[in-house]
């Protein structure tokens, strides 16, 4: 039996996820997202920093942030901090969702990458959030 349907026997839905979102990837602007993953939370804001002619200070000053620590944040030194990519969408005119996407990913892969995890965590992790919205959905159609 062929390698190919010896994994497509094993694991079918994880074919099917992985298919779904090369397929998705596929019909969005992909260079949008490739550009992005390839580099870290912070040197995406470097990059968006520079690309708008913005010193480390003025946009420090708009994030409300001082110059070091979003030079340290930049350099991979410290983590962005959630509260703030709201207002770092609307400095850049960005998506916020998309912007969310970007950074937990990056919190995300940090983190298995710290912990030499598996990448099947991920698929672990999407299972339990479904789980967990599922479940959400429930308790609220409750309080109704």
């Known amino acids: 039996m062929p390698q190919k349907i010896k994994r497509a026997c094993l694991f079918p839905s994880l074919e099917l996820e ?19 993953m390839k580099q870290s939370f912070g040197e995406y804001i470097r990059h968006l920093r520079t690309k708008n002619e913005l010193t480390l200070t003025q946009l420090g000053a708009k994030l409300d942030l001082d110059s070091a620590n979003l030079s340290k944040i930049e350099n991979g030194k410290r983590d962005f901090d959630e509260k703030r990519l709201t207002l770092l969408a609307q400095v850049f005119d960005l998506n916020l969702e998309e912007l969310k996407t970007e950074f937990f990913s990056d919190l995300f892969a940090k983190k298995l990458y710290e912990s030499s995890s598996s ?26």
């Open 18 to 36: 992985i298919k779904k979102h090369l397929l998705y990837l596929s019909n969005n602007d992909k260079s949008k997202y490739s550009s992005q």
């Open 119 to 144: 990448i099947d965590a991920l698929f672990v992790a999407e299972k339990k959030v479904k789980y967990l919205r599922q479940i959400n959905a429930k308790q609220e159609s409750l309080k109704l």
